[in-house]
């Protein structure tokens, strides 16, 4: 709405006329400043806005933060523990195919050659049909590993199950050090090779290569 000066008349007095009885000016109510008023408008602006057609009241800043924050924590537990999952997932050992012969391989005996580049003597015990104990110990004593084995079973052409060449092991060398291996033993029975490794690895330690002493 436009404003019009009159000459001689205050602006402020005449958006704030005053009340007369008689002649007499009874009651003007506070004059505001510009400033003031203009704030009064602003204040009086609604808190909704509209979004997409409709109106929504704005969210207050404390609020918004404390939602932002939680986000924001949830989001960093997620990734977290994701980490940890990844982190705690162990690949399954991958060992040599396995392979039935005519008749079942021998595993129990004495065998001598190199395990890890060490020469000695390997020593096979059976615990129970397709378990086996043993140890190997080498030339100079400076290692001796003590190993738990176990016969692989898998079909033969007929579908059933039956014993194959090769055990898998885990050793121990009573100093801490622990991990996983294999053996595979020839159709002649006279020859074992292999590998190990450390804790769920089954190679990287160095190969087996022994033959059988007790014949």
């Given at each position: 709405?436009?404003?019009?000066?009159?000459?001689?008349?205050?602006?402020?007095?005449?958006?704030?006329?005053?009340?007369?009885?008689?002649?007499?000016?009874?009651?003007?109510?506070?004059?505001?400043?510009?400033?003031?008023?203009?704030?009064?408008?602003?204040?009086?602006?609604?808190?909704?806005?509209?979004?997409?057609?409709?109106?929504?009241?704005?969210?207050?800043?404390?609020?918004?933060?404390?939602?932002?924050?939680?986000?924001?924590?949830?989001?960093?537990?997620?990734?977290?523990?994701?980490?940890?999952?990844?982190?705690?997932?162990?690949?399954?050992?991958?060992?040599?195919?396995?392979?039935?012969?005519?008749?079942?391989?021998?595993?129990?005996?004495?065998?001598?050659?190199?395990?890890?580049?060490?020469?000695?003597?390997?020593?096979?015990?059976?615990?129970?049909?397709?378990?086996?104990?043993?140890?190997?110990?080498?030339?100079?004593?400076?290692?001796?590993?003590?190993?738990?084995?176990?016969?692989?079973?898998?079909?033969?052409?007929?579908?059933?199950?039956?014993?194959?060449?090769?055990?898998?092991?885990?050793?121990?060398?009573?100093?801490?050090?622990?991990?996983?291996?294999?053996?595979?033993?020839?159709?002649?029975?006279?020859?074992?090779?292999?590998?190990?490794?450390?804790?769920?690895?089954v190679q990287g330690l160095g190969e087996w290569t022994l033959i059988r002493s007790d014949t």
């Amino acid at each position: 709405m436009a404003r019009f000066l009159v000459r001689g008349v205050d602006p402020v007095v005449a958006d704030n006329p005053a009340r007369t009885v008689d002649g007499r000016v009874v009651s003007r109510r506070p004059a505001r400043s510009a400033a003031s008023r203009r704030a009064g408008r602003g204040a009086s602006i609604s808190s909704r806005v509209a979004v997409g057609g409709r109106s929504e009241s704005l969210v207050p800043g404390s609020q918004w933060i404390a939602r932002s924050v939680a986000t924001l924590c949830a989001t960093a537990l997620s990734v977290a523990a994701a980490a940890c999952a990844h982190r705690t997932k162990v690949a399954e050992p991958v060992y040599p195919e396995a392979t039935v012969y005519a008749r079942d391989p021998q595993f129990v005996g004495e065998w001598v050659g190199e395990v890890g580049g060490m020469w000695g003597i390997l020593t096979l015990g059976e615990l129970e049909p397709h378990r086996f104990f043993g140890s190997f110990v080498a030339d100079d004593a400076s290692v001796e590993y003590v190993l738990m084995l176990d016969q692989s079973l898998v079909r033969d052409d007929r579908g059933a199950e039956a014993p194959s060449n090769r055990v898998v092991f885990t050793w121990q060398d009573g100093q801490g050090g622990r991990g996983r291996g294999w053996l595979l033993v020839n159709r002649e029975d006279t020859a074992l090779t292999g590998a190990y490794g450390y804790d769920n690895a089954v190679q990287g330690l160095g190969e087996w290569t022994l033959i059988r002493s007790d014949t």
